[in-house]
T-cell receptor, first 115, second 110 residues
Framework: AQTVTQSQPEMSVQEAETVTLSCTYD???????LFWYKQPPSRQMILVIR??????QNATENRFSVNFQKAAKSFSLKISDSQLGDTAMYFCAFMKPTSGSRLTFGEGTQLTVNP | NAGVTQTPKFRVLKTGQSMTLLCAQDMNHEYMYWYRQDPGMGLRLIHY???????AKGEVPDGYNVSRLKKQNFLLGLESAAPSQTSVYFCASRTVYGYTFGSGTRLTVV
C-alpha cells in the first residue's frame, strides 16, 4: 500500500515571499501521479498542480512549482510571491492509474500567509 | 453548471439514526469516490465505484454502505450512525487531470 507523509502540520510565510511545503511518499510502483490540492476555508478541494512520474521535468503552474525527486520519493511544492489568498490547507496526494485510480492523501499542511 | 454536487451540506444526527448522502455528477465520469476528512488525518477513502452497478471498499469502509444504480449518482449510507462518524464527507469523480470534488458535507453525530 502507498503512504504519503507531510511532516509540516503548519507553516507561515510573509506576503510576497517564497515558501516550500514538503511531501514524501512510499510506493513500489513505477507508474503513478502526484498531486497538490489546496483547501481554503471554504472547504473546496482545488487542484494546484500534478506531476506524472514518468516525466523528469518538474511541473509548473504560474507561481506554483514542484521539486520531484523520484529516487528519493520526494515531492515538494514551492509557492513564489505568496499572496494572502494562498492561505489554506495543502494536501499532497498519490495515485496509481490502476485499481480504481484511488487517491492517497497526506495529513495536510496548514499554510498561513501574513500581510 | 458542470461539476460534483453533494447534498446535504450540513447534517446533525443522533446516535443510531440512519441517513444517505447523495453525490451527483454531470460530467459522465465512470469513477466516483467517497472520502472522509478528519483533523490531522487528511482524506481517507471510504468506498469507490468504477462504473454503474459497481462498488468497492476503500481504506475505512466499516459502518458505511454505497450504491451506484445510475452512472451520475453515488450514494453513501450510514445505517446506524455513531459519534466516530462525525466528519466532513467529500464525494469526487475522476477526470483526466485528477479529481473533481464536491463541496463536502459536514456531519455531526451526537
Amino acid at each position: 500500500a502507498q503512504t504519503v507523509t507531510q511532516s509540516q502540520p503548519e507553516m507561515s510565510v510573509q506576503e510576497a515571499e517564497t515558501v516550500t511545503l514538503s511531501c514524501t511518499y512510499d510506493t513500489s510502483e513505477s507508474n503513478y501521479y502526484l498531486f497538490w490540492y489546496k483547501q481554503p476555508p471554504s472547504r473546496q478541494m482545488i487542484l494546484v498542480i500534478r506531476q506524472e512520474a514518468y516525466k523528469q521535468q518538474n511541473a509548473t503552474e504560474n507561481r506554483f512549482s514542484v521539486n520531484f525527486q523520484k529516487a528519493a520519493k520526494s515531492f515538494s511544492l514551492k509557492i513564489s510571491d505568496s499572496q494572502l489568498g494562498d492561505t489554506a490547507m495543502y494536501f499532497c496526494a498519490f495515485m496509481k492509474p490502476t485499481s480504481g485510480s484511488r487517491l492517497t492523501f497526506g495529513e495536510g499542511t496548514q499554510l498561513t500567509v501574513n500581510p | 453548471n458542470a461539476g460534483v454536487t453533494q447534498t446535504p451540506k450540513f447534517r446533525v444526527l443522533k446516535t443510531g439514526q440512519s441517513m444517505t448522502l447523495l453525490c451527483a455528477q454531470d460530467m459522465n465520469h465512470e469513477y466516483m469516490y467517497w472520502y472522509r476528512q478528519d483533523p490531522g488525518m487528511g482524506l481517507r477513502l471510504i468506498h469507490y465505484s468504477v462504473g454503474e452497478g459497481t462498488t468497492a471498499k476503500g481504506e475505512v469502509p466499516d459502518g458505511y454502505n454505497v450504491s451506484r444504480l445510475k452512472k451520475q449518482n453515488f450514494l453513501l449510507g450510514l445505517e446506524s450512525a455513531a459519534p466516530s462518524q462525525t466528519s466532513v464527507y467529500f464525494c469526487a469523480s475522476r477526470t483526466v487531470y485528477g479529481y473533481t470534488f464536491g463541496s463536502g458535507t459536514r456531519l455531526t453525530v451526537v
